[in-house]
């Protein structure tokens, strides 16, 4: 077993970085600033998706997918676009590699300029927009409600597993309507979709707000945003809808014919949530032995591991161990049976508990010969003995309320830190005792 | 109503391009060569890609995600691989714009240039066998099955939607294996589901086969593909598996400690599906009307269409469909109700023959009053007056007849088109007489 991981308390930065790797969620590229999301990692991120597509098909929304590309001129159409997007991006300038002819490798071949530069993009309104301009004719084309799952790339120059990458995934919703009012309560619609799946998904509680002036979103009339907060006291940003107001309908002239035959400019909102969502899962819950996950993104809920080594008792624990593995699965339960007999369970133990496993299930010769097993939870780390007979029921039960229990935690640990600052003289007082979030009225 | 489209005999290729504009699925946009694919067409491909992820998922494979940028050095580390994928690509060669000091807009900050460059993935067999030097020590380690689901850059010169485009996207599995047999029975396994999964889902009946030498994926040993009878009675290459023995694991130094405990080179295998998968789909079954969707991908199976202008009729034939779409979608069919007042009958029949739907329902105020609705199916154009009693049980048992009969169809235009050759002779007269496809061994 390798040695264990800094604690929060003495190190939280590195307590972070370190379980991102040892948990098999991420590493570092060969790409600079980009991760490699991994298996067990990626499983949380497209559970995350799932959940959130589902809730947006829902409420209406359907799926599309826009160019990766974005020509250079496109950045700069909307005014105060350019300032945010147009500068730290990937630049894609010429069209094909050649063999140099000095010597080994490829070159880029100058003769494969591009007339215009494309950018990969930041974010999507510009291309997004110039195809609305093509979909919407009246205001019967109206509300069009589109969602789009993407990669982004963002030149950033200190990265953080999950949190800050060159590259990220999200999701993008952009959306057109007739009125103000309709594209107001749109993204407040998904404020609250986003808050309500943060809390009761991922366990993470947030707080609502909007953004100042200097942290909105480029080219956004008005930034609402959720925060989670972490166990270090820090919020932390986990999704932003933004009211666009009609300025990308007037950058790329897109107008509809109301219902009284005028013209009118449409009006537009957008909004995303990251791969920073799975740093934010992590930040929340665990603790200096690893991963907690919450039951609802686990990618395994329950691992079962057999013990006994002789081979008389190793088939027979194998046939209980499976079957039980088959009723928790018919229970709808994601469930992994470690059968290696390479690693020894102590090893595998300690395994589960950084990856944040839900519930751990043992099962031995002489449990067996009591029809009794051992479940242990990750979250409180209680232990206990229970009869085989109907323990996929007792699971069923458990893995609900460790959901309830680590949202509780969470819930309460918010309550125990945040303050309500009514003016100035008690906000100021309150970061300076406290290091805390406090909630104020912008 | 538009104009009809082209017919098939007289331009083939020209009533693919309108066809696929004209249903929605799919247009050309301000990134040249790039499309946009939009709700109804990208709901297909939404539809494809979850029945290969739950494939791939229930044959061990597991979901990752690779960077989008790949430093240019590592194209040329694989000796077939540099003539393939390091020529026609996306270059990044910076890393931000500025504004323009001499005009408007934004340049590219001569400043910003990148120490080495990178390409946008034209596939990801660098990058992740670069990764899996670090996930793979031991036999242990393997077989490490891994799917991505990702876009993929080629710069292309003349492109047509969904089947040859300089954007598109498309799931890619990397696989790594002990030995020979294994990656080889890998990548005929993966050629067997998307052959399988051609003809079950999408009613795409293919013919397995290996490429000539020069066709080969540059870096494979050998390349297996699947390939699909268009109406025009060429093949269209479906989806490719790729045995490539321990060509990338020599590239990235990529061993193992065998179980004698020697460093061995991994075994691989690599394989994909793209969007171009929509393409075969559309140009198998559609005809001079519009497309012909299977139940399995249509994004609508059902759409109700009420009659009725009067207001008291209106409201009565409304309950009636609107029960109707209830049933329906209790039994897990994917209905859609278009009650939209703004358009006429004839209009909505007349688009939702354009684009597919399997079935149509219409029920007005005269056939409310003998409790019975109609009835059209797509495929055969046939119509039928039913009862409402029980329509949805009825309108279930259609949908499985309609798959079953595209599906029919392409298996008898398959068997009338291709012939057996078994000689050089018999080949060349077969190419000649029919232009179609022939059987041939290589």
Chains 1, 2 share one sequence.
């Not at 969602?147 to 950033?156: H, L, T």
């Not at 029921?393 to 309830?404: G, S």
């Amino acid at each position: 077993m390798a040695e264990k991981l800094p604690t929060r308390k003495e190190n939280y930065s590195g307590w972070y970085n370190e379980l991102v790797v040892r948990a098999d969620l991420a590493q570092h590229s060969a790409t600079k600033g980009s991760m490699v999301i991994k298996p067990y990692g990626f499983s949380i991120w497209e559970t995350m998706q799932r959940e959130l597509d589902d809730k947006f098909k829902a409420t209406g929304h359907v799926n599309a997918y826009f160019p990766l590309l974005i020509p250079k001129s496109f950045l700069s159409r909307e005014a105060d676009h350019i300032d945010g997007f147009a500068m730290e991006c990937a630049v894609v300038t010429h069209h094909r590699l050649q063999k140099n002819p000095e010597g080994d490798g490829v070159i880029v071949d100058p003769s494969a300029k591009l007339e215009e530069e494309y950018v990969i993009r930041p974010t999507s309104e510009t291309i997004i927009w110039n195809t609305f301009r093509d979909w919407i004719q009246s205001y019967r084309d109206l509300p069009l409600l589109v969602n789009q799952r993407a990669n982004i790339v963002r030149w950033e120059m200190r990265t953080r597993l999950f949190l800050r990458t060159t590259e990220f995934l999200w999701q993008e919703g952009h959306t057109a309507h007739e009125t103000k009012e309709e594209a107001l309560d749109e993204t407040l619609k998904i404020l609250d979709i986003y808050a309500d799946f943060s809390e009761k998904f991922l366990c993470v509680p947030v707080i609502k707000g909007i953004k100042p002036e200097h942290e909105k979103f480029p080219g956004a009339v008005d930034t609402y945003c959720i925060e989670a907060l972490m166990q270090d006291g820090k919020g932390l940003q986990a999704g932003t809808s933004h009211f666009l107001g009609q300025k990308f309908a007037k950058a790329f002239d897109v107008t509809y014919l109301s219902r009284e035959n005028k013209p009118e400019y449409v009006w537009a909102s957008s909004w995303g949530v990251t791969t920073r969502l799975v740093g934010a899962l992590i930040m929340a819950h665990s603790d200096d032995d690893g991963l907690i996950l919450p039951p609802t993104v686990a990618p395994h809920q329950v691992v079962i591991v057999p013990l006994g080594n002789k081979p008389a008792d190793r088939e027979r624990v194998l046939t209980a161990a499976d079957k039980i593995r088959q009723l928790l699965k018919e229970k709808g339960i994601r469930v992994k049976l470690d059968d290696d007999t390479n690693r020894r369970p102590g090893w595998k133990f300690a395994q589960y508990e950084l990856q944040g496993v839900p519930v751990r299930v043992v099962i031995g010769p002489r449990d067996l010969d009591k029809g009794m097993l051992e479940i242990a939870r990750r979250d409180t780390k209680e232990k206990s003995s229970i009869e085989i007979e109907g323990a996929e029921n007792h699971v069923a039960k458990l893995l609900e309320e460790i959901q309830q229990n680590i949202l509780q935690k969470a819930l309460d640990f918010r309550a125990a830190n945040t303050h309500q600052a009514d003016n100035w003289e008690d906000f100021k007082s309150l970061i300076a005792d406290t290091g805390v979030a406090v909630y104020a009225h912008w």
